[in-house]
């Protein structure tokens, strides 16, 4: 069982950058590909990010490369995103999920566990 928090959401300008982090509880958190998802209002769930057991791969959504970086730290049991270069159409709750899977993943239903979610809005 992994139990998933996030932080580091909020407003922030728009060519703006925030970091948001998700804590992990759990022994085996290391051995987990971890991603970021984001849904906005109206919209499904999309894939933001994702990366490796041992953060040796990483994988972005086209909408994100250049701009946001997925990071992990096992010893914390954490993964990062930082998010650089925002723009208004980044305005989502971000969700962090762990997959049983050692390689990073993209679709919703590879995930296995799931935070409650971090508002982030970017203003014009």
């Known amino acids: 069982q992994v139990q998933l928090v996030e932080s580091g959401g909020g407003l922030v300008q728009a060519g703006g950058s925030l970091r948001l982090s998700c804590a992990a509880s759990g022994r085996s958190f290391s051995s987990y590909a971890m991603g970021w998802f984001r849904q906005a209002p109206g919209k499904d769930r999309e894939f933001v990010a994702a990366i490796r057991w041992d953060g040796s791969s990483t994988n972005y959504a086209a909408f994100v490369k250049g701009r946001f970086t997925i990071s992990r730290d096992n010893a914390k049991n954490t993964v990062y995103l930082q998010m650089n270069s925002l723009k208004p159409e980044d305005t989502a709750v971000y969700y962090c999920?762990?997959?049983?899977?050692?390689?990073?993943?993209?679709?919703?239903?590879?995930?296995?566990?799931w935070g409650q979610g971090a508002q982030v809005t970017v203003s014009s």
């Open positions: 999920a762990a997959s049983r899977s050692t390689a990073w993943r993209t679709f919703r239903d590879e995930y296995d566990y």
